[in-house]
């Protein structure tokens, strides 16, 4: 028997977590149910009751919806709250959960002082014509201003001492 839990990689921001594969309910949990609603029901009845049967299937049906809230639950990034079941079914509904847990884990210390604070997000490229700085050449000397500041200082233009 293998592992409930696996871990994989975030497709979002490619960080390693555990996700639970387990979906739904095993015959594990059936035996178990069994057991549980035999026991609950001796202790209500005090004796073997056809009343069990509705209890087995109550404790079935929780079961499975435990499993089901679990594996929801382990689905979802905790480091960037990538949810891939939500975006599947709209992109834009994951989109903004991605940024408000962002957001969130921008203002809490908690999450700034953890293990994973830097995480490895993707980032868009800016197109050339959207760089608004662009690098200046250095200043080339004027020819004229050159000429004119080299025969201020030079000694034929010096003043003539009396
Ligand atoms: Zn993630």
Redesign the pocket.
């Known amino acids: 028997m293998g592992s409930k839990i696996n871990h994989c990689f ?6 390693e ?1 555990r996700v639970y594969r387990k979906k739904g309910i095993s015959w594990v949990n059936i035996f178990a149910s069994i057991v549980v609603s035999f026991v609950a029901g001796l202790i209500i009845w005090q004796d073997f009751d056809l009343r069990m049967i509705p209890l087995f299937v109550l404790a079935l049906g929780l079961a499975e919806i435990l499993i089901q809230i679990r594996w929801r639950l382990s689905i979802v ?1 905790p ?4 949810d891939p079941v939500l975006y599947l079914s709209s992109r834009e509904k994951a989109e903004e959960k991605v940024k408000t847990h962002l957001e969130k884990r921008r203002n809490s210390a908690a999450f700034l002082l953890s293990k994973n604070a830097n ?1 490895n997000l993707p980032f868009r490229k800016i197109k050339p014509e959207a760089q608004l700085i662009t690098p200046k050449k250095p200043e080339s000397v004027d020819p004229a201003r050159k000429n004119q500041y080299s025969s201020r200082q030079s000694p034929d233009q010096a003043p003539i001492a009396p």
């Not at 975030?10 to 960080?15: E, G, I, P, Q, V």
């Not at 480091?79 to 990538?82: E, P, S």
């Open positions: 975030c497709a979002f921001c490619r960080s977590r990034c480091h960037c709250g990538f995480l």
